[in-house]
């Protein structure tokens, strides 16, 4: 069975950065896109960036500019670049991959953005 391992997740100061690594335990065929969404308390998830398989991507407002999406599809892999962060930033994020039929998600990983 596919499963999605993220890490990086952790405690930062405003201002500072995070990297976020998904990888897949096995590969995955078909795949339409690889992205990441983000989850505050007492907020719905949103997305906050994809990349799809042809390479383009595309990034919610509040994060153009400060995150990078990446990916590394020999390594069924998917990386979040989260430069100068801010307490808003503050979420459980998870990493999803988009197949035509379903899809799959990571186990989320704890993003605090706090002095």
């Known amino acids: 069975q596919v499963q999605l391992v993220e890490s990086g997740g952790g405690l930062v100061q405003p201002g500072g950065s995070l990297t976020l690594s998904c990888a897949a335990s096995?590969?995955?065929?078909?795949?339409?896109?690889m992205g990441w969404y983000r989850q505050a308390p007492g907020k719905q998830r949103e997305l906050v960036a994809i990349?799809?398989?042809?390479?383009?991507?595309n990034y919610a407002d509040s994060v153009k500019g400060r995150f990078t999406i990446s990916r590394d599809s020999a390594k069924n892999t998917v990386y979040l670049l989260m430069n100068s962060l801010k307490p808003e930033d503050t979420a459980v994020y998870y990493c999803n991959v988009r197949i035509p039929i379903g899809g799959y998600w990571g186990q989320g990983t704890q993003v605090t953005v706090s002095s």
């Open positions: 096995g590969t995955i065929f078909d795949i339409n896109a």
């Open positions: 990349v799809t398989r042809a390479g383009s991507t």
